[in-house]
């Protein structure tokens, strides 16, 4: 069976571009769909956060201010409560290794601009997933994580430049995020680090696969990034 590590930003506050903060967490459909598809393939899923923080739900992704209607809303907080045991003791990021799995998956939620973007361990297991041929996969924001492995300087080490992905775009942040407020845009934080960005119209679901890096532009995505997930794992065997 394969075995799936699904890293979920810790962070329930952003820092935005003044200085201040805005709540905030992980995306109840990106955390909630994408688990649902891995695991009824038969895939086992750990989740881990950084310090082994319990993760916050963005309250936003569960109401109509982030365009979730009330049926959808009520079906991702059940699949959330029946994954409360998991959420609520999340593995401590600092102590996996991308050896013990065959994916790592980050959902997004505007979390990871928060944390994952600068996290040391996930810049660690990424690097150790990415050159050991793993299956490292990112979810709209999700993306922001993989920018904890850049180095410091646009391109200086950055292992995903020249890759084709996809993000959540500035376009999408401008209409429906937190626009001008954000510290950064993820979309274009990439591609200043020389990574090879593809986006569809707002708001329609887009995956991208290169090689072993699958990646989906927003919530929208959710579904079909998982399953694109399953089905590189299977093509590499694994699954």
């Known amino acids: 069976m394969a075995k799936i590590l699904m890293v979920v930003s810790a962070a329930d506050r952003l820092t935005l571009a003044d200085g201040t903060t805005h709540p905030t967490g992980y995306w109840a459909e ?3 769909v994408s688990h649902r598809v891995l ?3 038969g895939l086992d899923v750990d989740i881990a956060t950084p310090g082994g923080v319990r993760p916050t739900v963005d309250p936003v992704s569960l ?3 982030g365009n979730v209607d009330e049926a959808s809303a009520k079906e991702f907080r059940a699949y959330l409560d029946a994954l409360s045991g998991r959420l609520d003791k999340p593995l401590t990021l600092g102590d996996v290794q991308a050896a013990d799995y065959d994916a790592v998956y980050i959902p997004g939620g505007h979390g990871p601009m928060e944390d994952l973007a600068r996290d040391a361990d996930l810049a ?3 690097r150790e997933a990415d050159s050991g041929g793993k299956v490292v996969a990112a979810l709209c924001h999700g993306p922001a994580g993989v920018l904890s492995t850049s180095g410091g300087e646009a391109g200086e080490g950055f292992p995903f430049a020249g890759r084709r992905l996809t993000v959540f775009t500035d376009e999408e942040e401008r209409q429906g995020g937190l626009g001008e407020a954000v510290p ?3 979309e274009s934080r990439l591609r200043e680090l020389g990574a090879l960005v593809e986006t569809a119209p707002a708001w329609t679901s887009k995956v991208v696969t290169d090689g072993n890096l699958v ?7 959710s579904a079909d990034t998982a399953r694109q997930v399953l089905q590189t794992l299977k093509d590499r ?3």
Do not use: I
């Open 237 to 239: 065997g694994v699954a």
């Open 184 to 186: 950064y845009f993820v």
């Open 63 to 65: 109401d109509e201010r």
């Open 124 to 126: 660690r297991l990424l």
């Open 30 to 32: 990106e955390v909630a």
């Open 215 to 221: 990646t989906g532009q927003n919530p929208q995505s």
């Open 39 to 41: 695991r009824e393939a």
